[in-house]
């Protein structure tokens, strides 16, 4: 399937789909569509991803089946700034895939112009209606069941679930990424959006997945928001428990200090935030902090090689920063 993603002002830094898909994705990306970036390529920016021309606006882009929105906003919620674009894609006869919490399908223009030319509204974030509460039951999985947490929001839990799932493919294994958001289910074509999910049934939609999945050698949940973030902390909880994890792998990124968007909340000292999970996991399950991801893209290689180090002892667990780096020998050891 060939693509158009639109990113409009956000990328690459706050166009996690829209970078998740172009590191990770299977579908051929034939053009990004961001009004700031125009004239550029994705490799002029991101040189270690599927290459794309970047262009202002769908009815620039090249003929594709489909445009995916590669933004979630915080709320996500629709800008109307995109509502050209979209209406342009759906005109063409091509789908349209969109990770909102707003629901694409419910808007009565878009929902006319797909039926008119016969094009469909994917909304990643609905979730299956027989959802319920978790049986405490995805700990009997034969697989081992790693579960990727972050000091805040964007740390690079996907991109860690993913990376570390690439690595134990080359060892031989058979392992899987169990996806809980929107980035994770657009470039695997399965899962839940856990944070659109009731609260009673959240942990049980992690486990559900689970055990979908639970025929492969490791099974890597991608974890979402972060134990300390005064938003998102219950959706955190929900794939800890659900998940009931073996091990735990955290990611934060080199720098960041204070919760992204809620600056008067401090991240605790990273020491403190490993016994913070495992005290919160430990009634379900024994799983420890067996090793870190570190997301160094804001420094130099001699700078982040130091970052790493560095945060390696503050968890006393082997570390790295897995796009730069890869996941080596000695931490996906620790992990299986």
């Known amino acids: 399937m060939a693509v158009a993603i639109l990113t409009h002002d956000a990328f690459p830094d706050r166009a996690k789909t829209a970078v998740g898909l172009l590191r990770y994705g299977d579908r051929a990306v034939h053009a990004l569509v961001d009004r700031e970036r125009a004239g550029q390529r994705v490799n002029d920016t991101l040189p270690d991803v599927q290459d794309a021309p970047i262009v202002a606006s769908m009815a620039d882009a090249p003929e594709v089946d489909a445009l995916v929105i590669g933004i ?14 979209v209406r342009t894609a759906l005109e063409r006869g091509c789908d349209v895939y969109a990770g909102l919490h707003d629901f694409l399908a419910d808007d009565e223009e878009f929902a006319r112009l797909a039926e008119e030319h016969d094009a469909e509204l994917h909304d990643l974030r609905k979730p299956p209606e027989d959802l319920t509460v978790a049986a405490g039951t995805a700990g009997d999985v034969d697989a081992t069941v790693v579960t990727t947490v972050g000091t805040d929001c964007s740390t690079g839990k996907m991109t860690a679930s993913f990376e570390i799932r690439d690595a134990a493919r080359e060892r031989g294994l058979d392992a899987a990424v169990v996806p809980t958001g929107q980035t994770g289910i ?18 049980g939609a992690v486990e559900r997945l689970v055990e979908e999945a639970q025929t492969a ?43 992204h968007g809620y600056e008067s909340f401090d991240i605790p000292p990273l020491s403190e935030y490993v016994d913070i999970y495992e005290r919160l996991a430990a009634p379900i399950s ?23 180090a560095g945060y390696s002892d503050a968890l006393d667990a082997p570390a790295t920063d897995p796009v730069r780096h890869g996941v080596p020998d000695e931490v996906l050891d620790a992990i299986l």
Do not use: K
């Open 217 to 259: 050698d490791l099974l890597v949940v991608e974890g979402q928001g972060a134990l300390a973030h005064p938003a998102y902390s219950g959706v955190t909880t929900s794939i800890l428990h659900g998940s009931v994890p073996d091990a735990l792998v955290m990611c934060h990124e080199a720098g960041r200090e204070a919760i």
């Open 286 to 308: 024994d799983a420890s902090v067996v090793a870190g991801m570190l997301n160094t893209r804001h420094l130099d290689d001699g700078a982040a090689a130091d970052a790493v």
């Open 72 to 85: 979630s906003p915080i709320g996500g919620e629709f800008d109307e700034s995109w509502r050209e674009d």
């Open 186 to 203: 657009a470039i695997t074509g399965w899962g839940i959006v856990i944070d659109r999910v009731i609260a009673d049934y959240a942990a």
